[in-house]
């Protein structure tokens, strides 16, 4: 349990020491962890809730305080893997094979997208009933960190715990713009959007379909490269049925492999978000953008919750963590960028990974471009006022993997982080203030002085 908070924190081992206490419920089920901490698993002295409706019971006051070490009344590494790979929902596991869904898969090419619209708005009619996971964003994952966190610096009786900041430079959150191209007209729009996002400095990922969709030249993906955008394998051929059998998975997962290496490609995301995390290492990718954080409002439901990369084995998993273009416009109606907004405060508020899906297939209309442009200004407007680090996946992959091999570690003159990649990282403290986690980091001196001030003595608050 242990090896999961510092894992997540990258902290010294010494300063977070759990045990579980015993005996743990026969079966699993919901219990919260605080007010609004919604979890998953077994627990000692309750038995836990069979669904997420309703009053659940807090263990929170089960949690005993003994000589430095926190006793929790979970196994904390089961929990927050139950909720990171989904493994709450049966539904999550098994939805990609229902009759329904292949049925559809098989006569969606011939559908025009306003006959699909009308058709995904009777699928997702009772989704506003869905208690678990918590819409709009779910940060699940990241509460029972903080709990823990706080529990730790109890047990331990010191006032703050250094950690590795998440995200290099002191960045206060990080966002990304993803690219599904899933026809030919996405791969003729491409351009325009790397135009339109060339104009506020961004750079985005293009996920590519490898066969049978269109034909993928070695000019495209040349042009998206050289622009400095990033090519990302989208699926073998979108037809939805990736993850129906095991057998046929493999023999695909073959072929997905061969494209990646032909595509010069670091990463990976399925067609329509379906996905059976237990199969990902079968895939030879570096990372994979396939596991929403809620999915009410996926055909797979389901969702990891948290906004925050974690790894799949070798894979590391960047979480898709906003409403996708094609539900905001063709299920809500909606072309403003108000829930987007809303979504990335409530990501911001736990520093964590905004991922944005906008197909280029979808954003042909005025309406549409009008909404992705102001989107993309409002991002440039939080990188200039609030200090986000916008990038390309494959650079969140690259630090994510140096962090998880970095340590905090103490000498004559103070705490100090080791490792490949340590220039870029800023030491962080955890410490506590009115009951709630605080996070406090020294960094460098450039970034906006409301998030971050330099030097030991004047960190500033990040709540």
Same mark, same amino acid.
């Given at each position: 349990?242990?090896?999961?908070?510092?894992?997540?924190?990258?902290?010294?081992?010494?300063?977070?020491? !759990?045990?579980?206490?015993?005996? /743990?419920?026969?079966?699993?089920?919901?219990?919260?962890?605080?007010?609004?901490?919604?979890?998953?698993?077994?627990c000692a002295g309750h038995s836990p809730s069979k669904c997420p409706e309703g009053p659940l019971y807090d263990v929170m006051a089960d949690a005993k305080l003994?000589?430095?070490?926190?006793?929790?009344?979970?196994?904390?590494?089961?929990?927050?893997?139950?909720?990171?790979? #989904?493994?709450?929902?049966?539904?999550?596991?098994?939805?990609?094979?229902?009759?329904?869904?292949?049925?559809?898969? !098989?006569?969606?090419? /011939?559908?025009?997208? *306003?006959?699909? +619209?009308?058709?995904?708005?009777?699928?997702?009619?009772?989704?506003?009933? !869905?208690?678990?996971?918590?819409?709009?964003?779910?940060?699940?994952?990241?509460?029972?960190?903080?709990?823990?966190?706080?529990?730790?610096? +109890?047990?331990? *009786?010191?006032?703050?715990?250094?950690?590795?900041?998440?995200?290099?430079?002191?960045?206060?959150?990080?966002?990304?713009?993803?690219?599904?191209?899933?026809?030919?007209?996405?791969?003729?729009?491409?351009?325009? =959007?790397? %135009?339109? #996002?060339?104009?506020?400095?961004?750079?985005?990922?293009?996920?590519?379909?490898?066969?049978?969709?269109?034909?993928?030249?070695?000019?495209?993906?040349?042009?998206?490269?050289?622009?400095?955008?990033?090519?990302?394998?989208?699926d073998l051929n979108h037809d939805g049925h990736l993850f129906r059998e095991k057998a046929e998975f493999l023999r695909r997962a073959k072929a997905i492999n061969?494209?990646?290496?032909?595509?010069?490609?670091?990463?990976?995301?399925?067609?329509?978000?379906?996905?059976?995390?237990?199969?990902?290492?079968?895939?030879?990718?570096?990372?994979?953008?396939?596991?929403?954080?809620?999915?009410?409002?996926?055909?797979?439901?389901?969702?990891?919750?948290?906004?925050?990369?974690?790894?799949?084995?070798?894979? !590391?998993?960047?979480?898709?963590?906003?409403?996708? %273009?094609?539900?905001?416009?063709? &299920?809500?109606?909606?072309?403003?960028?108000?829930?987007?907004?809303?979504?990335?405060?409530?990501?911001?508020? +736990?520093?964590? /990974?905004?991922?944005?899906?906008?197909?280029?297939?979808?954003?042909?209309?005025?309406?549409?471009?009008?909404?992705?442009?102001?989107? =993309?200004?409002?991002?440039?407007?939080?990188?200039k006022q609030e200090g986000i680090w916008i990038t390309t996946p494959g650079e969140i992959d690259r630090w994510w993997r140096q962090r998880a091999e970095m340590?905090?570690?103490?000498?004559?003159?103070?705490?100090?982080?080791?490792?490949?990649?340590?220039?870029?990282?800023?030491?962080?403290?955890?410490?506590?203030?009115?009951?709630?986690?605080?996070?406090?980091?020294?960094?460098?001196?450039?970034?906006?002085?409301?998030?971050?001030?330099?030097?030991?003595? %004047?960190?500033?608050?990040? &709540?």
């Amino acid at each position: 349990m242990n090896d999961s908070v510092s894992q997540y924190y990258r902290c010294p081992e010494s300063h977070v020491r !759990l045990s579980l206490r015993e005996p /743990l419920s026969e079966s699993n089920g919901y219990f919260n962890f605080g007010t609004g901490t919604t979890c998953y698993g077994r627990c000692a002295g309750h038995s836990p809730s069979k669904c997420p409706e309703g009053p659940l019971y807090d263990v929170m006051a089960d949690a005993k305080l003994d000589g430095g070490t926190v006793g929790l009344p979970f196994d904390l590494k089961q929990v927050v893997d139950n909720l990171r790979y #989904e493994l709450y929902s049966q539904e999550a596991s098994s939805q990609a094979e229902t009759t329904m869904a292949r049925a559809y898969y !098989l006569i969606r090419p /011939l559908l025009s997208v *306003s006959v699909r +619209k009308h058709i995904q708005r009777w699928h997702f009619r009772d989704w506003e009933r !869905l208690a678990f996971p918590h819409w709009p964003v779910d940060t699940t994952v990241d509460q029972i960190f903080e709990q823990t966190m706080l529990l730790s610096l +109890k047990a331990q *009786s010191v006032s703050e715990i250094p950690f590795v900041w998440f995200w290099p430079e002191g960045a206060t959150s990080c966002a990304i713009m993803t690219h599904d191209v899933e026809t030919e007209k996405g791969v003729r729009s491409s351009p325009y =959007l790397m %135009d339109m #996002e060339d104009a506020f400095d961004i750079k985005a990922s293009f996920q590519i379909v490898p066969e049978q969709r269109y034909e993928v030249t070695d000019d495209f993906l040349n042009s998206v490269r050289d622009r400095g955008f990033e090519v990302v394998v989208h699926d073998l051929n979108h037809d939805g049925h990736l993850f129906r059998e095991k057998a046929e998975f493999l023999r695909r997962a073959k072929a997905i492999n061969s494209y990646g290496r032909r595509f010069g490609a670091s990463g990976f995301r399925a067609a329509v978000l379906y996905r059976k995390q237990e199969w990902f290492d079968a895939l030879d990718f570096s990372y994979d953008m396939s596991v929403p954080n809620v999915a009410h409002l996926d055909p797979q439901r389901g969702g990891c919750c948290t906004v925050m990369p974690y790894f799949v084995g070798k894979i !590391l998993e960047l979480p898709v963590t906003t409403t996708q %273009d094609y539900t905001l416009f063709n &299920i809500f109606n909606d072309y403003s960028i108000d829930l987007w907004k809303k979504q990335i405060e409530l990501i911001m508020e +736990k520093h964590g /990974l905004i991922s944005v899906i906008v197909h280029p297939d979808y954003v042909g209309d005025s309406r549409e471009r009008a909404a992705y442009e102001a989107l =993309l200004a409002h991002l440039a407007d939080l990188r200039k006022q609030e200090g986000i680090w916008i990038t390309t996946p494959g650079e969140i992959d690259r630090w994510w993997r140096q962090r998880a091999e970095m340590k905090v570690v103490k000498d004559e003159v103070g705490w100090h982080i080791e490792g490949a990649g340590s220039e870029r990282a800023c030491l962080a403290f955890a410490s506590e203030k009115d009951g709630r986690i605080c996070y406090t980091c020294d960094s460098t001196p450039d970034l906006h002085p409301t998030n971050v001030r330099t030097g030991r003595e %004047d960190r500033a608050e990040r &709540i």
